[in-house]
Nanobody
Framework: QVQLVESGGGLVQAGGSLRLSCAAS????????MGWYRQAPGKQRELVAS???????NYADSVLGRFTISRDNAKNTVDLQMNSLKSEDTAVYYC???????????????WGQGTQVTVSS
């Protein structure tokens, strides 16, 4: 079984910082891209940031310069450091990873359970 477990999140004032962490565990052969998405009430889920197994990171325009994604391939973890938070960053944040389990011959998308981030103005 493969699973993604998130930690971090919570309530913070505008201008503050939070750090989200996500760890992939289980019978994993390899991981391709890892990233973070978010979904605000009444809105579609959107990509926040992603990082491939090798290569440059990708950010949504709305978080560029404020958020930083980092990945530890040895630990199968991905973190999201969020600085200068704004009220519009309030959402449920989901970890995502494209993983090939040992039991399969293909990659598939896996999701964390989601963690709430609330920014008060």
């Amino acid at each position: 079984q493969v699973q993604l477990v998130e930690s971090g999140g919570g309530l913070v004032q505008a201008g503050g910082s939070l750090r989200l962490s996500c760890a992939a565990s289980g019978s994993i052969l390899s991981i391709n891209a890892m990233g973070w998405y978010r979904q605000a009430p009444g809105k579609q889920r959107e990509l926040v940031a992603s990082v491939p197994s090798g290569g440059s990171t990708n950010y949504a325009d709305s978080v560029l310069g404020r958020f930083t994604i980092s990945r530890d391939n040895a630990k199968n973890t991905v973190d999201l450091q969020m600085n200068s938070l704004k009220s519009e960053d309030t959402a449920v944040y989901y970890c995502n990873a494209r993983i090939r389990p040992r039991s399969r011959h293909y990659y598939d998308d896996y999701w964390g359970q989601g963690t709430q981030v609330t920014v008060s103005s």
